[in-house]
């Protein structure tokens, strides 16, 4: 089991409210952790598990703010710079409709170590409390989510928030009808794609090309995902076409690299 560890962000999904719906990884977060940053959505029996944390709330809804998103940021890197461990806890999953990318983006500028904790995501949630399936063979193929608002005085292109960031379950070994398809939707050569094989597994291993090479990616161990969309662009600076393949031991922020 993980403890937090001192100077480490950990940023946590707290799933859609059911406190059995945790996983055990987050509980173990919470148990140990020194700070817990969450958002409004977050219900009390999930927090009760942050005993001897401190606990605050930094929600932003409906437009009301009790902390700047910037002050988040600044309290996560003080923090962890005190050598504290810190919880980041969202609602549902920590990289659907949150903004763990900017927190990401600033804990790598400072130089932080953190960690992502999936949760159960609000789509699957409500799926399950249906008894109703959201992919089904006979009928359904795929999923589209999206967000029905937008950050008001967002800086994001109009353009980039209409695309979807793909995901593909089981690409298979050939992924050149996969590639073909997309660049049929005028996408660009250039889109980022990631291959992940056994996600969040001891071996697992991360693939990261462009849509202009994906068709030459092969032997990828299953089970694997396909992602691809322009928020998978590496953030550190480098080009996607040159970079080709990281190879992770664990979701962190501390891959090992190799080229292809």
């Given at each position: ?36 940053l969450?958002?409004?959505?977050v ?18 809804r ?27 806890l ?7 409709f ?12 400072a ?10 995501t ?8 249906l008894?109703?399936p959201?992919?089904?063979r006979r ?37 050149s ?6 660049r ?10 990631v ?13 990261r ?9 092969q ?39 190799a080229?292809?």
């Amino acid at each position: 089991m993980t403890d937090a560890i001192p100077g480490t962000v950990y940023l946590v999904g707290a799933g859609p409210g059911d406190p059995e719906l945790l996983t055990l990884k987050a509980v173990r977060l919470l148990v140990s952790a020194d700070v817990v940053l969450y958002d409004d959505l977050v219900p009390a029996p999930v927090l009760a598990h942050a005993e001897r944390a401190l606990v605050i709330n930094v929600g932003k809804r409906c437009g009301r703010k009790n902390i700047s998103q910037e002050q988040i940021n600044a309290m996560m890197v003080d923090d962890a710079r005190r050598g504290l461990s810190i919880v980041r806890l969202k609602s549902g999953d920590p990289l659907v409709f949150g903004r763990a990318g900017e927190e990401m983006d600033v804990l790598r500028a400072a130089g932080i170590p953190f960690e992502v904790v999936p949760g159960i995501t609000a789509a699957f949630a409500a799926a399950a409390a249906l008894c109703q399936p959201l992919t089904d063979r006979r009928t359904a193929s795929s999923i589209n989510i999206s967000a029905g608002h937008h950050a008001p005085g967002s800086s994001l292109d109009p353009a980039s928030i209409t695309t979807p960031t793909r995901v593909v379950y089981m690409p298979g070994r050939d992924l050149s009808a996969i590639a073909a398809q997309l660049r049929g939707e005028g996408l660009l050569a250039d889109l980022p794609c990631v291959i992940v094989s056994r996600a969040a597994q001891p071996d697992q291993q991360i693939v990261r090309t462009t849509l202009a090479q994906l068709d030459r990616i092969q032997l990828v161990p299953a089970p694997s995902i396909l992602l691809a969309g322009e928020t998978l662009r590496d953030s550190r600076g480098s080009s996607l076409a040159e970079m080709s393949k990281y190879v992770m031991t664990s979701v962190t922020n501390q891959p090992q690299s190799a080229e292809l």
